[in-house]
């Protein structure tokens, strides 16, 4: 059996994207230009959207907070979130000078609990941004209920949830904005990338303005070759675009999203099937009429079943050559959260528990059955030490 490192969350790159690349590069057109607007296309399209409500940019970060911009969120406002989350989403939610209010997860599907959520909306509240946890959806017909009652935008954080539906219905199409990651860790990649899509075409021409310094055309509408055009500066923009070497790598992993699909879900299945007898957490299983993105796969260790601590067990899998992570703490754990806003862990104690004794396994499709194997006979070594 090999020995070789297994980095977590390796992405599989085939020949079409590093040719692509190649043909960006010999093209003389690196910047924002045709492939960008043909990953904007193609992107709409699979989420069931036309293209004039997709923004490509550089990070789903720049997605977030565009949108909330879009949304009209701004000082004095309260955005509701889930403290199981990357930094991100909060950080966004400050960048636009509005209140992050978090609520408490549901302890089986780690996504927003509509009754906390429920409970946290104030006269201040203007969003709800929930994020489709791990790539499983969120209770969306509640979530959209509250929003509608409130007149609260709702603006999706689907960095995990490409794939993801509910009920039918595409994660990211439900809200006003659903924001989208294309980080070198998610299920179709970029290398840095986000995506954001719209019910509105308008919004995302402001979007799109807003993503490159507030600049009425782009540098491909400037210099391309039907002549130098003037631009007007019509608000005060960010450097948030996408670029077309970034857009040619996507174009490619887009053309295999349901295969590698196929093949994280078959991988999830086998875990869960292995882990099934040992003194661990498995994530639930996807809940009917609902489809699982399966971009993390995610093990609760609690000391006292298992003999060994979480970070204890991230080290010893470390040991053994293999990359695990951490998806989250809780967000009241980071020093920056406390220490600007008072909070404390306890406050929501389950996404405090759940931050507490979450791994992350690999699960990419680049993954060999052998690979596979290997994960399994090493946390299987690991929990059962005690």
Not at 41 to 55: E, L
Not at 98 to 110: E, G, K, R
Not at 138 to 143: E, K, R, S
Not at 216 to 234: C, E, I, N, Q
């Amino acid at each position: 059996m090999s020995d070789e490192f297994l980095v977590f969350g390796a992405p599989q790159i085939a020949r079409a994207e590093i040719d692509e690349v190649v043909a960006v590069l010999e093209s003389g057109w690196l910047g924002t230009g045709p492939r960008v607007a043909a990953f904007e296309h193609a992107f709409a399209t699979y989420k069931s959207r036309v293209a004039s409500h997709a923004a490509a940019v550089n990070s789903c970060t720049a997605a977030l907070h565009l949108a909330l911009l879009a949304s009209g969120v701004g000082p004095g406002d309260e955005v509701i979130t889930t403290p199981l989350t990357f930094c991100a989403t909060v950080n966004a939610i400050l960048h636009a000078g509005a209140t992050p209010v978090l609520a408490d997860v549901d302890p089986l599907t780690m996504n927003l609990d509509p009754a906390a959520v429920a409970a946290a909306i104030t006269p201040r509240t203007r969003a709800i941004l929930p994020v489709h946890f791990a790539g499983r959806p969120c209770d969306m017909d509640a979530l959209l209920a509250l929003a509608e009652r409130h007149g609260l935008q709702l603006i999706e954080d689907c960095a995990h949830a490409i794939e993801t539906e509910w009920r039918g219905r595409k994660a990211g199409t439900f809200g006003d904005f659903g924001c989208f990651s294309f980080y070198v860790t998610k299920n179709v990649i970029t290398g840095e990338g986000g995506m954001v899509l719209a019910r509105d075409a308008r919004a995302i021409g402001r979007i799109k303005m807003l993503a490159l310094h507030g600049m009425s055309k782009d540098a491909w509408h400037r210099f391309g070759d039907a002549g130098y055009k003037h631009y007007f500066v019509m608000e005060c923009g960010f450097k948030y675009n996408m670029t077309d070497l970034q857009a040619a790598i996507g174009l490619h992993q887009l053309t295999r999203i349901e295969a590698n699909w196929l093949r994280r879900r078959a991988l999830w299945a086998h875990y869960q099937s292995a882990f099934a007898d040992l003194p661990v957490t498995c994530p639930a299983e996807p809940a009917h009429d609902t489809r699982h993105a399966h971009h993390l796969y995610t093990l609760l260790i609690d000391a006292d079943a298992c003999g060994i601590t979480r970070d204890a067990f991230l080290e010893a899998m470390t040991a053994r050559g293999i990359g695990v992570g951490v998806h989250y703490l809780s967000i009241p754990e980071h020093p920056y959260y406390q220490q600007r806003f008072g909070w404390r862990p306890e406050q929501w104690p389950r996404a405090m528990r759940i931050g507490r004794q979450t791994v992350s396994l690999p699960l990419s499709p680049r993954l060999t059955d052998v690979d596979a194997e290997r994960v399994i006979g090493a946390v299987r070594d690991e929990t059962r030490r005690s």
